[in-house]
């Protein structure tokens, strides 16, 4: 299987925000963000494997502006990191007034896909080659995350987490 550059997986989506799509006070619902940034990311895991993905989890996500209507939002999705049959994608979201020529970070995440097979179990996907400093650095990183998010996830003992295992870990 050929390795890719996280470029070929790189997404860009753009909303506009409408009224339904906002809470009483004019800004856009957190739910609805999330829906959105669950799609951009998942199109980026798929254009690193090539086949139907699901969303395994979602990292910690704080919403650090609001995006108001009106606006447009904006969601930049690259994959950071493929490993066995799971990938890692990092999201960037913005909303900007296009009238006033305003663009502001929105919060910015991380969210876990795996490829699935025909049959819908785990399938392997190719390896992922960083290509700039910045992508190396967060292709180091995401080993980090996987172990805190597996954790969390209770999928892996936090003595099997390595260096993390003194976050975790009293002796
Ligand atoms: C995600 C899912 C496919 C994992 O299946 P599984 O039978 O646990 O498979 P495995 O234990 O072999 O794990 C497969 C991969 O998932 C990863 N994974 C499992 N749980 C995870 C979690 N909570 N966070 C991140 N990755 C996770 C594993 O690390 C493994 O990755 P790797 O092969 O790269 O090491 C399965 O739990 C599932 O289908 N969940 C529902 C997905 C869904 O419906 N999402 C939409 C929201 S409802």
């Not at 798929?46 to 447009?72: E, Q, R, W, Y």
Request: glycine share 6%; hydrophobic share 40%; aromatic share 8%.
């Amino acid at each position: 299987m050929q390795g890719k550059h996280p470029q070929d997986t790189y997404n860009i989506m753009s909303e506009l925000i409408l009224p339904n799509d906002t809470n009483t006070l004019g800004n856009l619902m957190g739910g609805r963000l999330m829906h959105w940034m669950d799609i951009a990311a998942a199109i980026s895991a798929m254009k690193h494997c090539n086949c139907p993905v699901v969303t395994a989890s979602v990292d910690n996500v704080s919403f650090n502006n609001p995006i108001k209507l009106g606006n447009l939002l904006t969601i930049e999705a690259k994959l950071t990191r493929s490993f066995n049959t799971s990938m890692e994608v990092y999201l960037k979201v913005w909303g900007e007034d296009l009238s006033a020529q305003y663009k502001y970070v929105s919060n910015e995440a991380y969210l876990t896909f795996v490829a699935l097979d025909p049959n819908g179990r785990p399938r392997k996907v190719p390896e992922l080659l960083p290509q700039t400093d910045d992508e190396k650095k967060m292709y180091d990183g995401a080993l980090r995350r996987r172990q805190v998010r597996l954790i969390l996830g209770g999928k892996m003992k936090p003595e099997d987490a390595g260096e993390l295992r003194a976050l975790f870990v009293k002796d």
